[in-house]
């Protein structure tokens, strides 16, 4: 599967996507903040969901229920950086129980992960887009249903591609 041009194209799918603000960049050039989705194959670690908004996806991939006290740290001088957070924290974070619908439904991407460099970005999503698709901080969004679909494909071995 991959993401290129704000489309998303595998097993047989042509879907619209939006990809970050700052473009597509090299791993090597990524920074935290910089708005750019990094290019490369990542694994695909796991599925959150917010179980107020609708049933869990169905998927091959560990998925777990947030709640309103979960965030995702994005201070690269934190120990926890690039993983899942409980609020309230006192470092630089993410709720990951917003407001827009943007996180109800999210796959995390294993950017960053293994093992994590400070800086080099956090919070690398597939998300659900907000309307008219516009660009993302960094992660790659489609619509909610796109999403639920892309999900059903998905298992322990998948790979994602982000490229320009």
């Not at 595998?10 to 619209?16: A, I, N, T, V």
């Not at 293994?114 to 999503?125: E, N, R, W």
């Not at 999900?151 to 320009?164: C, P």
């Amino acid at each position: 599967m991959a993401f290129a041009d704000g489309r998303f194209e595998g097993e047989g799918l042509r879907l619209l996507c939006a990809l970050g603000k700052g473009g597509v960049i090299a791993p090597a050039q990524k920074r935290e903040g910089d708005g750019a989705s990094p290019a490369g194959i990542w694994p695909v670690r796991r599925v959150y969901y917010r179980p107020d908004k609708g049933p869990a996806p169905e998927t091959g991939l560990p998925v777990i229920a947030l709640k309103p006290q979960d965030g995702w740290c994005d201070d690269s001088a934190e120990a926890n950086y690039n993983r899942l957070v409980p609020l309230p924290c006192p470092y630089s974070h993410e709720r990951m129980w917003r407001a827009d619908a943007m996180y109800d439904l999210v796959a995390e991407l294993g950017y960053n992960d293994d093992p994590v460099v400070p800086g080099k970005g956090s919070a690398i999503f597939l998300h659900v887009a907000r309307e008219g698709y516009p660009p993302t901080e960094g992660c790659v969004a489609l619509s909610a249903p796109d999403l639920r679909e892309v999900l059903k494909w998905l298992g322990g071995a998948s790979l994602v591609e982000i490229r320009a």
